[in-house]
């Protein structure tokens, strides 16, 4: 079945520095991906829709300088935590749609730790 | 997009069907209902989706009602592992462009 594949699963680092966080559709392409974020015992709430080739386009009240967005493939799109901060601890994750199936599949996420 | 509207928690018993069910009364003509679940510390897996018939798939049944305002999750043979949080979405298929709005979902409980 299609699968989107993320990495990495947790990540923890010091505040100021910078995380990647890397999204794959392993056997399908997406021309579209989407990145949530998700705060302890809340859903999740979409961040930015990813675009092939275009800029991201970023839901009100996420700051795009902070994260940043880059689809350079048919397969991945990759969200550049900058400058992280301990507010930006979060469960982050991305996903796309198989536009055949009409169906968005999601990755396992990533849980970011900044101290 | 549609809102919906589930329940906050329910819980059923280990072999037994689970029944989630779920409003959506202002669902446009357009938009087909998913059914996602996230367990513990992990992204969304799809499970369900349909338009206006009900569906069934290996995972679960959806049963949608003729007017469209609600729809009925069933797992026929619940088991531990399907404790979880389900989420009802209302979205229009758009293409690779169409956007799922999480609402707070129902917590299933599977007892033993």
């Known amino acids: 079945g299609a699968v989107v594949s993320q990495h990495p699963s947790w990540v923890i680092c010091k505040s100021g520095t910078s995380v990647k966080i890397e999204c794959r559709s392993l056997?399908?392409?997406?021309?579209?991906m989407f990145w949530y974020r998700q705060f302890p015992k809340q859903s999740l709430m979409l961040m930015a829709t990813s675009n092939e080739g275009s800029k991201a386009t970023y839901e009100q009240g996420v700051e795009k300088d902070k994260f940043l967005i880059n689809h350079a493939s048919l397969t991945l799109s990759t969200l550049t935590v900058t400058s992280a901060h301990p507010e930006d601890s979060s469960f982050y994750i991305c996903?796309?749609?198989?536009?055949?199936?009409?169906?968005?599949?999601f990755g396992a996420g990533t849980r970011l730790s900044v101290l | 997009d549609a809102k919906t509207t589930q329940p906050p928690s329910m819980d059923c018993a280990e072999g037994r069907a689970a029944n989630l069910p779920c409003n959506h009364s202002t669902i446009s003509g357009n938009e087909y209902v998913y059914w996602y679940r996230q367990i513990h510390s992990q992204g969304p897996q799809y499970i369900i989706h349909g338009l206006k018939n009900n569906e069934t798939n290996e995972m679960a049944s959806l049963i949608i009602t003729e007017d469209r305002k609600s729809s009925t999750l069933i797992l026929p043979h619940a088991t531990l592992r399907d404790t979880a949080v389900y989420y009802c979405?209302?979205?229009?298929?758009?293409?690779?462009?169409?956007?799922?709005?999480f609402g707070k979902g129902i917590t299933l409980s599977v007892r033993p």
């Open positions: 979405i209302a979205a229009p298929y758009t293409g690779a462009n169409s956007k799922l709005t």
């Open positions: 996903s796309a749609t198989r536009i055949a199936k009409n169906i968005q599949y």
């Open positions: 056997d399908f392409q997406a021309t579209t």
